[in-house]
């Protein structure tokens, strides 16, 4: 029987793999090409235990890692396992994995209870079994007042979150996401990244794709960034944006009296160029963003000025695969 989800720490009552020194998920000198393209090169990583967030844009590779993973593909070159089995000549790892595709049609006439006690009996639990595995899933993911809902009328947020019930019915030690906040209102997004980040804290090993920064940064700092099937980085995120810090970053402040603000930031050390879309609009060019970003409330609020809005419109994927590849496309 599947342990509480809803309590932190929980230990999976599971057969151990043949190898339990090995990495959950490790790839080595791993490639998928279609004739001359090529949708991964060359990787090789190894995962195990907490959230790990797959960052890259559309096309860079991070369904082809995923669909590797799950068996849909055999790699051109090198050798994928999983728990330190090799799932072409073993499939048995399978059982211990929950997939949840970036596209995937469900049985809209189906209750979610339906769904997911299904994919339960298919995991070979008895009726009564899988109707309640699939109501503690439904309740860990935030739907047990919906379980005898028909699919049909749920929300995109409400359908992913299924979709993850469905993942984790057989209570695996691997949970692979792809793209699961896509389409999702900002309060399934929140109930979603709550439930990857329980999940982390039990110490399931969970992958989840985005092309998105500020939602893997809201989940997880270990990260894999893909660029054209090319893995350029792997490891914490907060040490990948101290070196970011070190190159040009754009601030805006959007408030009453842009040329006013403008004054009083300019003596800022840490400013080297300043301009003004509008008169309500400014525009600060630093070379030591998290300095500046640490200071400016201070700066404005000691200084009375009137800023309805911060952000930084380069802090973003496209800003950080430009920096670790040398602004090559």
């Given at each position: 029987m599947m342990p509480d989800l809803s309590q932190q720490g929980a230990s999976p009552q599971i057969a151990p793999p043949s190898n339990p020194q090995a990495p959950v998920v490790y790839f080595q000198g791993v490639s998928k090409t279609y004739g001359r393209i090529h949708a991964l090169s060359n990787i090789t990583l190894g995962l195990s235990g907490g959230v790990t967030g797959i960052l890259g844009m559309n096309g860079a590779g991070k369904s082809t890692l995923f669909k590797l993973l799950m068996g849909k593909l055999r790699p051109s070159s090198g050798e994928v396992k999983l728990f330190g089995v090799n799932p072409w000549k073993n499939p048995a790892p399978y059982a211990r994995v929950g997939f949840v595709p970036e596209h995937e049609k469900m049985h809209d006439w189906m209750t979610a209870l339906d769904f997911v006690s299904t994919f339960a009996r298919l995991h070979g639990m008895t009726r009564d079994e899988a109707k309640e595995e699939a109501l503690r899933v439904l309740d860990f993911v935030g739907l047990a007042e919906v379980a005898n809902k028909e699919i049909g009328r749920f929300s995109k947020g409400m359908r992913q979150r299924t979709k993850i019930a469905h993942a984790l019915v057989n209570d695996p030690d691997l949970i692979i996401l792809d793209e699961p906040l896509q389409g999702c209102d900002p309060l399934a997004r929140t109930t979603i990244m709550n439930v990857i980040r329980e999940l982390g804290k039990m110490g399931r090993t969970v992958l989840v794709s985005s092309h998105i920064l500020s939602e893997i940064e809201r989940i997880t700092e270990q990260i894999i960034i893909l660029?054209?099937?090319?893995?350029?980085?792997?490891?914490?995120?907060?040490?990948?944006?101290?070196r970011l810090d070190q190159i040009p970053h754009t601030i805006r402040l959007v408030g009453t009296d842009a040329r006013a603000l403008a004054k009083d930031i300019l003596t800022h050390p840490a400013v080297y160029g300043l301009s003004f879309p509008n008169e309500n609009e400014l525009l600060i060019q630093t070379y030591h963003f998290g300095e500046l970003h640490a200071e400016l409330p201070g700066l404005i609020v000691n200084n009375g000025h009137d800023v309805s809005e911060i952000d930084n419109p380069d802090d973003d994927l496209e800003s950080l695969l430009n920096y670790l590849t040398g602004g090559s496309s």
């Open positions: 660029h054209h099937g090319k893995l350029v980085a792997l490891g914490n995120l907060h040490a990948i944006r101290e």
